[in-house]
């Protein structure tokens, strides 16, 4: 909703990526990976072999990292608490009254108060919707919201104000309490019959 960032550190914590390596030792990485044989000795395990690659560029990469602050780990009981209402409309009230003098969290903050209250309640339906959902149901969800979304005029008003950048965008609504149901739910809808992905997962089930 506040189109905060996750940082690599963040990212382990969280389960999204399972290791931190520093961007420098890409090439490194490839080669090595390249170069790697198992199969034999004490390289029978292809994913020992990865694991073991994996986990020495990521030792070398410590000092990259050990300065780096975790800001949505560290402010996750934070997040919880703010994430527990009974609304979007009251979650967005809660987070813009926090008093904060964190910079990570103050970004947060004026980024959800000057963004488009329509993607705020469209991010709280999809959390909703794709709980449950698999993976390529998912990724048709994603590809017709894709469509509808660059059909209406929500979207260009936000590139806009990335070009622009005078901090004065002519949203569809005014605020987050201001957006229709009916308005979330046509975004949501598919705008074809059926879709190739839907084709696809059809010959693979």
Known sequence: MTGSQINAPDAVHFGLADRCIASH???AL???LADARWGKGENTDANGVV???MRELEQTSQPVF???E???YQHSP???ELMDHDSVEQIVAAIAAVKSDNKWFNKAQKTLAHGSPVSVKLIDEQLKRAKHMSLAEVFQSEMALSVQCCRHREFPEGCALLVDKDGQPAWTYP???SVEQHFIDELLASPWRRTR???YSKYQT
């Open 78 to 80: 934070l997040i919880r």
């Open 66 to 68: 050990s300065e780096l």
């Open 25 to 27: 030792h890409r090439e």
């Open 197 to 199: 992905l839907q084709i």
């Open 175 to 177: 605020d987050v309490a």
């Open 30 to 32: 490839l080669q090595q």
């Open 51 to 53: 694991n073991r690659i």
């Open 70 to 72: 975790a800001p949505v």
